[in-house]
């Protein structure tokens, strides 16, 4: 049992590594049988539906439960909600939120400060101070477009480049960030890193863009195993 | 299959005397068909007859009573006495106990219901009936006690008593010589001094919000003797509170139960504030009197009612009106 | 159908496209001298010069997050409020013949009382108030510090050196150069030691210098320099301001505080206190005294209530008795909407829209907002 949970673990931690027993790899499986729809929980989108009469076709269906951090108010965003989560760990859900709410202000009071000291009325003007933005935007500019995945091919496992899902894209890029974050000097807070390394990669540098390049990188030199995909 | 078989296949078990052990003996008509022929041995149970299948019979039942009763029926006639639980003879869908998975189980076959007792003997047209059967061998109710009221005019004091019932070999509870007594503080007429004095001897046992001074008494082992001392007791306190000792004289500010400006510091800051620039001693504060000082008046009143009231924003409002009138009286008048 | 909507607030018909969001400007005003404020400024905010905030401020006085946000928006910006204005006003109008007045700030934990005791500061340093001012009590008593003496001229009371020369400074540096103008003198000999005597006729700059750079003597040094000014004041040579933030942790059933000889003391034992509250006592003219109690200066097990009698007890009412109590409440709808607009012009507030919630989690207490808008 223990053996198994080693190779588990092997599995879904290691990116580019070994995938011993694929199938042994947790599957999440929903309360909610497959004809449950996802919840609308903000006032805009139901208004939408309301007004395109798209609603007829949702009132006969049961829909899911809202999750508890799912809310209505407009400071509520899905990418935000999704960061929290990959930080969260031991389901201190409270404490991972407060480590992101410091966060943001820590983004807002560095871009505040060259804000004020800039004087090119133009480069102010396109200057970003939204935290959730610069996130947003950090996120876009770390998502790889290729992943490696390992191919057996007469007895040896080749590292091929494969395309992914924009979905995986995303949540490779988001665990970059916390895994850089977890990786950090101890001196330095994970607010304040998270911080300066959100607002490097909203403008295409720091260690989690860096990241991705290696990868890019990488990907562009295993390019000559790309038929291995299609054995 | 005739009547004699039938009962002598019936009889299935006869017992032996004392000293074998009990044995199933089986009739010799048990054992095979009877269709006239001698019976062969068969030990290697070659023709197997299987034993016929027990009839249930089931027995026929009628519909519970509850279903056919008639709405106007004289129910202490059904019910005349206690009596456990009846699930077919209560006409009323009752619910009892708890079920995790289902709503709480029905009246049929509920053992909940059974433990409780029932007051189903005693319902308000049975209780009229025996109060009207009892009603020969009662006096009349007392006149001038119509209400509670009088009652608690003519009987100020309650004493409370109780009694326990035992099934076991001694019928006596040792709980049942404890005795406690009730009476309102203000049925005793006492003054200010002996309402204050009472209320600190006796302490917890006096409730402020109905005016109701308990005295519980167990320390004798009869009933009689713990009344008898509960009264003595009260007469005690009541002389004792009465009465005006030289030791009382030491009572200082701090043991008030009252805030009185008069003996406070409060006065001595008015007084000072009045007076101003002249130093002020103690005695010039005693005998500064405010009774002509309207704002003196309005600001003595405003501290009491903080004081001894409590904070909140209606007496810190008024205190702070007083004080504006005392400190900054050109404000007021702008 | 349609009426259902209307009454959930929901649209009833197609939104209209919204034209480019307006980022809003604070209502703010011009005068920059307290003196100047009216009740028709109620709710504006108004700047103070750099200059004048590190003259009042620089040692203590606007709370910390405060600072952190001048820091950013490059500007100290106070919101003129009812309280404040009430108090002001009153400066303005009181008989300095008579006793100093007492005034109390009073209010929940985050309802402005720090920052409308810094305006009424600004008003009393533009009006050359002397400002004995101490900025948070607690600082005082709460931690426990390495050195705390028994004093040497009060018998049963103990010393803290260090605080004692802190606040010093804190006083030299708010008043030193009024006090120069004025040119107050001590009226007596003071002996310190076998060596050390201040004689008649030093300034009380020099007096303050002392203090400061022997610091055994800081606790009494203070003491003398309250008995000096409550003198001058009387005899109508200046006026003075009294300003005590945290007032009711002078009333606390105990401190952090330990001497070597690990006796902890209780505030009533602290030398510093006594001279905290005889500067509250009614005994000098030509002056005011402000107080301000909050929760948080109180014991953490005592903090039920934020009405002022209950934090400082029976004791403390005494001693203050009679005074203003003016309670500090939680913005009302114009000033909280001007705080917003406030923060969403300095670019601190991100998201535009979203007051109802704001209003219903904060409710309206403008610490708490502050903490609310930070990662927004």
Same mark, same amino acid.
């Given at each position: 049992m223990a053996l198994f949970a080693k190779y588990l673990r092997i599995g879904s931690t290691v990116k580019h590594g070994f995938q011993a027993f694929p199938q042994l790899t947790t599957a999440k499986y929903s309360v909610y049988p497959p004809h449950f729809a996802e919840p609308v929980y903000k006032k805009q989108e139901l208004d939408k539906l309301y007004e395109s009469g798209e609603i007829e076709n949702y009132k006969l269906i049961p829909f899911k439960a809202a999750k508890s951090n799912e809310t209505c108010s407009i400071f509520h965003d899905p990418m935000v909600a999704k960061f929290i989560n990959y930080m969260l760990l031991k389901g201190q859900k409270k404490l991972a939120r407060e480590v992101l709410e410091k966060t943001f202000e820590k983004i807002k009071k560095l871009q505040l400060e060259k804000y004020n000291r800039e004087t090119d009325p133009e480069k102010k003007a396109s200057m970003i101070i939204d935290p959730v933005v610069i996130l947003k935007k950090a996120v876009a500019n770390s998502k790889p477009l290729l992943k490696l995945t390992a191919v057996k091919r007469g007895g040896s496992f080749y590292q091929v480049p494969v395309p992914i899902t924009d979905k995986e894209s995303t949540f490779y890029a988001m665990r970059w960030f916390v895994q850089c974050g977890r990786e950090k000097d101890k001196s330095i807070s994970f607010a304040d890193f998270m911080a300066t390394e959100l607002i490097k990669a909203s403008n295409n540098d720091g260690k989690v863009v860096n990241k991705k390049l290696d990868l890019h990188k990488q990907c562009e030199a295993n390019r000559a195993y790309a038929h291995y995909r299609w054995s | 299959m005739s009547a004699l078989q039938t009962t002598l296949r019936r009889t299935t078990a006869v017992l032996m005397p004392i000293g074998y052990y009990p044995a199933r003996v089986w009739c010799s008509t048990r054992a095979a068909p009877t269709d006239g022929k001698f019976r062969v041995l068969d030990l290697k149970k070659k023709s197997f007859v299987p034993h016929a299948k027990k009839k249930y019979i089931k027995t026929i039942t009628l519909p519970p009573r509850a279903l056919s009763m008639p709405v106007d029926q004289e129910w202490s006639n059904v019910w005349p006495g206690p009596r456990t639980f009846h699930p077919a003879t209560v006409p009323l869908a009752l619910r009892q106990g708890y079920d995790p998975k289902r709503a709480s189980p029905g009246k049929y076959g509920n053992a909940e219901l059974m433990k409780i007792p029932n007051f189903l003997h005693i319902t308000p047209p049975a209780v009229k009936k025996h109060c009207s059967a009892l009603k020969q061998f009662c006096t009349e109710w007392p006149k001038g006690l119509e209400t509670d009221e009088d009652c608690d005019r003519h009987f100020p004091m309650t004493t409370i008593t109780t009694d326990y019932c035992h099934s076991s070999p001694t019928i006596k509870d040792p709980k049942s010589r404890i005795v406690t007594i009730k009476i309102k503080l203000s049925t005793l007429n006492l003054d200010k001094h002996a309402r204050d004095k009472m209320i600190r001897l006796v302490g917890d046992r006096y409730d402020e919000e109905s005016d109701i001074l308990t005295i519980v008494t167990d320390r004798c082992p009869t009933r009689k003797q713990n009344y008898d001392y509960g009264v003595y007791v009260l007469t005690a306190l009541y002389h004792e509170s009465n009465t005006f000792e030289e030791w009382e004289r030491q009572k200082q500010e701090a043991d008030m139960e009252h805030y009185i400006w008069? /003996? /406070?510091?409060s006065k001595k800051a008015y007084v000072t504030l009045t007076r101003w620039p002249e130093k002020v001693s103690d005695d010039d504060v005693k005998s500064h009197s405010i009774d002509e000082d309207t704002v003196g008046q309005k600001y003595k009143e405003a501290v009491t009612e903080l004081l001894n009231n409590g904070e909140d924003t209606y007496t810190l409002n008024k205190y702070r009106e007083a004080a504006l009138a005392v400190l900054l009286p050109q404000t007021i008048q702008a | 159908m349609r009426a259902y909507r209307r009454l959930c607030g929901y649209a009833t018909a197609a939104v209209k496209q919204e034209t480019q969001y307006q980022i809003p400007t604070a209502a703010r005003?011009?005068?920059?001298?307290?003196?100047?404020?009216?009740?028709?400024?109620?709710s504006k905010f108004y700047t103070i010069d750099p200059k004048t905030v590190s003259n009042i401020f620089q040692t203590g006085g606007l709370p910390k997050p405060f600072t952190e946000q001048t820091n950013m928006f490059a500007e100290t910006a106070l919101m003129i409020r009812q309280p404040a204005l009430e108090v002001i006003n009153s400066l303005k109008s009181t008989d300095f013949q008579k006793p100093a007045v007492r005034y109390l700030l009073y209010g929940q934990t985050g309802s402005g009382k720090s920052l409308s005791l810094a305006h009424i500061l600004h008003y009393a340093y533009s009006s050359k108030f002397i400002l004995y001012h101490i900025p948070y009590v607690p600082i005082w008593l709460k931690y426990d510090r390495k050195e705390v003496n028994w004093s040497s001229s009060k018998n049963g009371m103990a010393d803290i050196p260090l605080i004692a020369a802190q606040w010093l400074k804190h006083f030299v540096h708010q008043n030193g150069a009024l006090l120069n103008e004025l040119n107050l003198t001590t009226s007596q000999d003071y002996v310190w030691s076998q060596r050390e005597t201040t004689p008649q006729g030093t300034t009380l700059n020099e007096l303050v210098t002392h203090g400061i750079n022997r610091a055994k003597y800081a606790c009494d040094c203070m003491d003398i320099l309250l008995n000096e000014l409550k003198a001058h004041c009387s005899n109508n040579r200046c006026k003075m301001l009294v300003a005590i933030d945290g007032f009711n942790a002078f009333f606390n059933e105990k401190t952090d505080l330990k001497t070597e000889d690990r006796v902890k003391v209780t505030p009533q034992q602290i030398t510093m206190v006594q001279t905290g509250l005889s500067a509250v006592l009614s005994d000098w003219n030509n002056g005011a005294i402000i107080m301000v109690t909050s929760p948080r200066a109180a014991l953490n097990t005592k903090r039920e209530s934020h009405l002022p009698i209950y934090l400082i007890g029976r004791q403390g009412f005494e001693h203050i008795d009679p005074f203003i109590p003016v309670m500090v409440p939680e913005l009302s709808t114009v000033e909280f909407n001007n705080m917003l607009d406030y923060y969403e012009e300095k670019r601190w507030l991100q998201k535009p829209g979203g007051r109802k919630e704001l209003e219903f989690l904060t409710s309206k207490l403008p610490a708490d907002l502050m903490a609310r808008c930070a990662p927004l």
């Open positions: - | 008069e /003996n /406070n510091p | 005003t011009e005068k920059k001298n307290p003196v100047d404020h009216d009740s028709q400024d109620v």
